[in-house]
């Protein structure tokens, strides 16, 4: 069962602004990386609630002493970053005076807030009564560090104005989210842009504004986490097909179709042919080929990866297609 810690009572409770904002944290072993994402949340909401999987770092207590609402997940069920926001939501709507926010600020334990993304986030919202949800510009604090840091900054750095998802930092009307029935648990990865998917065909917009929005912190110094969080992303793409991969929304089938042709189909023609002739091994040209002309775009750097990354991607897409003939459950894929 979940388990939920109220703050101590020594330890005031952050003010509340004008705005009904309440703030939803996940996280699992953080460390610093949690003190400073609660330490920029001071002020800035009604409610703050940390939703904690399983930290063996000490996590829970330090988000109490911030003055933040724990809750606890069973870990006897397969944890997800859907679960944890569903436990944070379930917390809010158990209040005892009922009082449900206005808006939900989701955000997770790695990233820390920007001092103008809720006024302007907010006004935003209030501004368009079908406006859903918003987003900004989540931005690596070390992108230094190394290559894979570099390469998160420049994912995060999508198009401004309409869009059909958000990630995990995000401020959505409470009434919109709780309508959709909030995330879908059982989703590993990818369950923002599945619940944006759900949110649009009830009628509401996404819309990524051209405001800072957190820090992030992705903490990726090895080729092996990279990897892993490829994969992860892979199964994602797939198990996004599967779900609304159906005309109108053709949900994600043009990144698994990639994904499996450039990581599993291509390769596996190469080697196949060349059992029967050796000029078969020509077709893995293609590869340097694709990196020449995404680097026009993107650069040297992530082309490279960008076509690297379809052999983990086409991993994951695949052990999702397998473990779903099986009817098994895949649990998380971390890269941390």
């Known amino acids: 069962m979940t388990q939920i810690f109220p703050p101590p009572m020594d330890e005031p409770h952050v003010k509340a602004p004008a705005a009904r904002v309440a703030v939803i944290a996940i996280g699992r072993n953080e460390g610093a990386r949690l003190r400073a994402c609660l330490a920029s949340l001071s002020g800035k909401a009604q409610r703050v609630i940390y939703v904690d999987s399983g930290s063996t770092d000490g996590s829970p207590d330090a988000a109490a002493a911030a003055g933040a609402e724990v809750v606890a997940l069973d870990m006897d069920r397969p944890f997800t970053a859907a679960r944890a926001r569903n436990a944070g939501l379930a917390t809010l709507a158990a209040a005892p005076d009922g009082g449900a926010p206005d808006y939900v600020q989701f955000i997770d334990g790695d990233c820390a807030l920007r001092e103008e993304w809720l006024p302007a986030a907010i006004a935003a919202m209030e501004a368009d009564p079908r406006l859903g949800v918003v987003a900004g510009r ?9 290559v894979y840091n570099r390469l998160c900054d420049a994912e995060w750095d999508t198009p401004v ?29 990818g369950e923002e842009p599945e619940m944006c998917v759900r949110l649009r065909a009830a009628g509401w917009t996404v819309r990524r504004l051209d405001v800072e929005m957190t820090w992030h912190d992705a903490d990726m110094t090895r080729f092996a986490q990279w990897w892993r969080r490829s994969r992860r992303t892979g199964h994602a793409y797939a198990e996004g097909a599967a779900l609304h991969g159906a005309p109108p929304e053709r949900h994600w089938r043009t990144e698994t179709r990639r994904a499996l042709v450039w990581g599993a189909l291509l390769p596996a023609a190469a080697i196949l042919g060349a059992l029967v002739h050796p000029a078969a091994l020509l077709l893995l040209l293609a590869y340097p080929a694709q990196v020449l002309r995404l680097s026009r775009r993107m650069g040297w750097e992530r082309a490279f990866f960008n076509v690297l990354g379809k052999f983990p991607e086409a991993l994951g897409a695949l052990s999702y297609l397998v473990n779903r003939l099986r009817r098994r459950q895949v649990r998380l894929i971390e890269y941390k």
């Open 161 to 189: 104005g309409p869009a059909l998802a958000v990630g995990g930092d995000m401020l959505i009307r409470h009434v919109a989210v709780t309508g959709v029935g909030g995330f879908r648990d059982s989703l590993i990865a």
């Open 138 to 146: 989540r931005r690596e604090r070390f992108p230094e560090r190394s």
